[in-house]
T-cell receptor, first 113, second 109 residues
Framework: NAGVTQTPKFQVLKTGQSMTLQCAQDMNHNSMYWYRQDPGMGLRLIYYSASEGTTDKGEVPNGYNVSRLNKREFSLRLESAAPSQTSVYFC????????????FGPGTRLTVL | TQLLEQSPQFLSIQEGENLTVYCNSSSVFSSLQWYRQEPGEGPVLLVTVVTGGEVKKLKRLTFQFGDARKDSSLHITAAQPGDTGLYLCAPGGYQKVTFGTGTKLQVIP
């Protein structure tokens, strides 16, 4: 039982390059989330998926796209990376019920030069 | 989006001191969660408070949910270096989970 896994752990991009961050969970959770965390700051919600086949914008969706590939996997794509997207990206999942806890992955540290 | 303001933003204290951090909103919540994030890790749930006025204790940590269910506090007694981290609150009861601004705590040995 690995929980929430993210790949890659580290990535360096040049401005304008694209990449996809992968996230998978093995807890049979319906909801999945992508957050970004800038140095010394809290978490900001980028996109979330309440269930397989649905995705919704969070607080800071501009410059990102997501795909809920199936119940297990939720990917985040940067089409044209910008230095402002340098951050640590966390994926999380949550089971049924509004009060259930979120389980987080270990994060992807992305630097855009 | 439910806005949650946390205070203070930063706190640096000596080992053994007591402290309280706050999570405030103008919205009413069905429940509220507290998470702790250690450096280099993802956040981990500490507690969920559900009932207005509820007090929950987790060893040296005491969590309280406001009577009106708009705010919450976290009190740490005799802080230890292992308490160092970022403390985040988040509302329960919503699919769209947005976190508070966070309190960064440093406990100096």
């Amino acid at each position: 039982n690995a929980g929430v896994t993210q790949t890659p752990k580290f990535q360096v991009l040049k401005t304008g390059q694209s990449m996809t961050l992968q996230c998978a969970q093995d807890m049979n959770h319906n909801s999945m989330y992508w957050y970004r965390q800038d140095p010394g700051m809290g978490l900001r919600l980028i996109y979330y998926s309440a269930s397989e086949g649905t995705t919704d914008k969070g607080e800071v969706p501009n410059g990102y796209n997501v795909s809920r590939l199936n119940k297990r996997e939720f990917s985040l794509r940067l089409e044209s990376a910008a230095p402002s997207q340098t951050s640590v990206y966390f994926c999380a999942s949550r089971g049924q019920g509004g009060a259930n806890e979120q389980f987080f992955g270990p994060g992807t540290r992305l630097t855009v030069l | 989006t439910q806005l949650l303001e946390q205070s203070p933003q930063f706190l640096s204290i000596q080992e053994g001191e007591n402290l309280t951090v706050y999570c405030n909103s103008s919205s009413v919540f069905s429940s509220l969660q507290w998470y702790r994030q250690e450096p280099g890790e993802g956040p981990v749930l500490l507690v969920t408070v559900v009932t207005g006025g509820e007090v929950k204790k987790l060893k040296r940590l005491t969590f309280q949910f406001g009577d009106a269910r708009k705010d919450s506090s976290l009190h740490i007694t005799a802080a230890q270096p292992g308490d160092t981290g970022l403390y985040l609150c988040a509302p329960g009861g919503y699919q769209k989970v947005t976190f508070g601004t966070g309190t960064k705590l440093q406990v100096i040995p």
